[in-house]
């Protein structure tokens, strides 16, 4: 007996991201037209939102990610190991909106390790030195048990004014659920808001982590300090499984942001609130 | 999954990263990828001049780092240091 040939596509994921209005970086393991390999390693992920994003590249083979074509739910993964990172090239200018008034929403589907307690930071995101004179962002996971931190997201915008962040939040512990689980980690990043609280909101799987920023400094005006880089910054290392990456322009509705949200959990097989 | 960590001098830093290359056919358009290792001019370095290579322990198995890099650390040239020695000596970021 034939298979009916609706069962054999594959499942839908339910939303275009291009659908909502300021998509400006997409990156997608699952799509791989858009991975050049160098063996089983990526050399280049390039964005497919269609704005001329720059791709995120790796020219040194020694330091170039795994590609896992079924890395989370039958799905591609760029998979880091701690040395291995892709830089975005000549993007100091290129994602400005990240910490300039602006603003953005920012998603990622990732794991941070492969280990429950990996006792250590993981690099997710990255185009400020963390010196207090830099400007752009740090994102990174925290589970360094000597500073009592137990599976957190620390995400840091500078301004570039010596002693000055935008905005930070450092999540409560176990905001993510387990180091080594694909979770969907979402940003609202709003550095213009008067109000300093409601200036950078983090969620795990459409949870919020109920940590308000603080910072009261006016957002950047000036071009990130550092290329972005995903995976390992500054020797820091980082053993994180991405699948997909988005970035909005300005800071989406709370309905939009659910949308994103629940099409990266039905995609990737992920609980999302 | 574990990371590994070097120090030579830039001449024989330099001069495994063109034996790499040359095994692997690097530069390679096709594929992106410029070279094997960090250049020895952007590796970190200590206050000898020394420098630095911390790399993923799965890339020592492959065959050509496999086969090399023995040869290096038995006549000396390559030293592999521990974690704590790297960091100290190149200090990451401190978020």
């Given at each position: 007996?034939?298979?009916n040939?609706?069962l054999m596509?594959?499942?839908?994921?339910?939303?275009?991201?291009?659908?909502?209005?300021?998509?400006?970086?997409?990156?997608?393991?699952s799509d791989?037209?858009?991975?050049?390999?160098n063996?089983?390693?990526?050399?280049e992920w390039?964005?497919?939102s269609?704005t001329?994003?720059p791709?995120a590249?790796q020219?040194?083979?020694?330091?170039?990610?795994?590609?896992n074509?079924s890395?989370v739910n039958?799905?591609g993964?760029?998979?880091?190991?701690?040395?291995?990172?892709l830089?975005?090239g000549?993007?100091?200018?290129?994602f400005?909106?990240l910490?300039n008034?602006?603003?953005a929403t920012?998603?990622?589907?990732?794991?941070?390790?492969?280990?429950s307690?990996?006792?250590?930071i993981?690099?997710?995101?990255n185009n400020?030195?963390?010196?207090?004179?830099?400007?752009?962002?740090?994102?990174?996971?925290d589970?360094?048990?000597?500073?009592?931190r137990n599976?957190r997201?620390?995400?840091n915008?500078n301004?570039?004014v010596?002693?000055?962040s935008?905005?930070?939040?450092?999540?409560n512990?176990?905001f993510?659920?387990?180091?080594?689980?694909?979770f969907?980690?979402?940003?609202?990043?709003?550095?213009?808001?008067?109000?300093?609280?409601?200036?950078?909101?983090?969620?795990?799987?459409g949870?919020?982590?109920?940590?308000?920023?603080?910072?009261?400094?006016a957002?950047?005006?000036?071009?990130?300090?550092?290329?972005?880089?995903?995976?390992?910054f500054?020797g820091?290392?980082?053993?994180?499984?991405?699948a997909?990456?988005?970035?909005?322009?300005?800071?989406?509705?709370?309905?939009?942001r659910r949308?994103?949200?629940?099409?990266?959990?039905?995609?990737?097989?992920?609980?999302?609130? | 999954?574990t990371?590994?960590?070097?120090?030579?001098?830039?001449?024989?830093?330099?001069?495994?990263?063109t034996?790499?290359?040359?095994?692997?056919?690097?530069p390679?358009?096709d594929?992106?990828?410029?070279?094997?290792?960090?250049p020895?001019?952007?590796?970190?370095?200590?206050?000898q001049g020394?420098?630095?290579?911390a790399?993923?322990?799965?890339?020592?198995e492959y065959?050509?780092?496999a086969?090399?890099?023995?040869?290096?650390?038995?006549?000396?040239?390559v030293?592999?240091?521990?974690?704590d020695a790297y960091?100290a000596?190149?200090?990451?970021?401190?978020?």
């Amino acid at each position: 007996m034939g298979m009916n040939n609706r069962l054999m596509r594959p499942v839908a994921s339910g939303l275009n991201p291009k659908t909502i209005a300021g998509l400006s970086l997409w990156l997608d393991a699952s799509d791989s037209s858009t991975i050049t390999l160098n063996g089983a390693n990526v050399s280049e992920w390039r964005d497919k939102s269609g704005t001329g994003a720059p791709a995120a590249a790796q020219s040194t083979a020694a330091s170039q990610p795994a590609y896992n074509a079924s890395g989370v739910n039958g799905r591609g993964t760029v998979d880091f190991d701690a040395t291995e990172s892709l830089v975005f090239g000549s993007s100091t200018t290129s994602f400005n909106y990240l910490h300039n008034a602006t603003g953005a929403t920012m998603f990622v589907a990732w794991k941070p390790d492969t280990a429950s307690n990996p006792d250590a930071i993981r690099y997710l995101l990255n185009n400020t030195n963390n010196s207090s004179s830099s400007t752009g962002i740090g994102i990174f996971f925290d589970d360094r048990s000597s500073v009592s931190r137990n599976n957190r997201m620390s995400f840091n915008v500078n301004r570039g004014v010596n002693g000055q962040s935008t905005s930070i939040v450092l999540t409560n512990n176990d905001f993510v659920t387990a180091a080594n689980s694909f979770f969907v980690f979402s940003a609202v990043m709003d550095n213009s808001n008067a109000t300093a609280a409601s200036r950078l909101f983090l969620y795990s799987n459409g949870t919020s982590s109920g940590v308000a920023n603080t910072s009261t400094n006016a957002a950047a005006t000036g071009n990130a300090s550092q290329n972005m880089t995903l995976g390992n910054f500054g020797g820091g290392g980082s053993l994180a499984s991405i699948a997909e990456i988005l970035f909005y322009q300005g800071v989406l509705s709370a309905s939009s942001r659910r949308a994103v949200e629940r099409y990266l959990g039905k995609k990737y097989g992920i609980v999302v609130a | 999954m574990t990371m590994r960590f070097f120090r030579s001098t830039d001449a024989v830093y330099e001069s495994i990263r063109t034996q790499l290359d040359g095994a692997y056919g690097y530069p390679n358009a096709d594929t992106k990828t410029v070279t094997s290792i960090t250049p020895a001019a952007d590796a970190p370095h200590d206050t000898q001049g020394r420098a630095y290579l911390a790399i993923s322990g799965v890339y020592c198995e492959y065959n050509l780092p496999a086969e090399l890099l023995p040869q290096f650390l038995a006549s000396g040239a390559v030293e592999e240091i521990a974690e704590d020695a790297y960091r100290a000596a190149v200090q990451p970021p401190e978020p």
